[in-house]
């Protein structure tokens, strides 16, 4: 797990290890896709299956196929809050960057001294 606060106790974000992380849920998503794909009623033999066991295989597919597609979504909602949020500290950092460079006497010209989260 990444270090999340700094010397000073700030939370700070890697956009490398927040990438690497983004990766991680698009692989496993990539596997429930291909678990999806496993588990569709065309799959199950259908010539040696009788009556209901036939139904209830295809009702289970059904059943699994509904929350693979519920966690596929929650995966991509996860993804796109952790871009999100790089992109929010990005626009932080570079409007600090840029009150801090404004100030002639090379201190900080805001109030509040400085971010803390």
């Known amino acids: 797990m990444a270090k999340l606060r700094d010397a000073n106790g700030r939370i700070s974000i890697d956009e490398a290890e927040a990438e690497a992380e983004i990766k991680k849920i698009e692989q496993v998503k990539m596997k429930l896709e291909e678990v999806q794909k496993l588990l569709t009623p065309s799959k199950l033999d259908s010539k040696r299956m009788c009556g209901e066991t036939f139904d209830a295989l295809e009702e289970v597919f059904s059943e699994f196929s509904t929350e693979l597609k519920v966690l ?5 909602a996860i993804s796109t809050y952790i871009r999100n949020t790089v992109i929010i500290y990005q626009d932080l ?5 840029r009150k801090i460079s404004g100030n002639s006497n090379g201190g ?3 109030s509040g001294g400085g971010r803390r989260f």
């Open 108 to 110: 900080f010209s805001g």
């Open 93 to 97: 950092d570079r409007d600090y960057a």
């Open 72 to 76: 596929k979504g929650a995966y991509d």
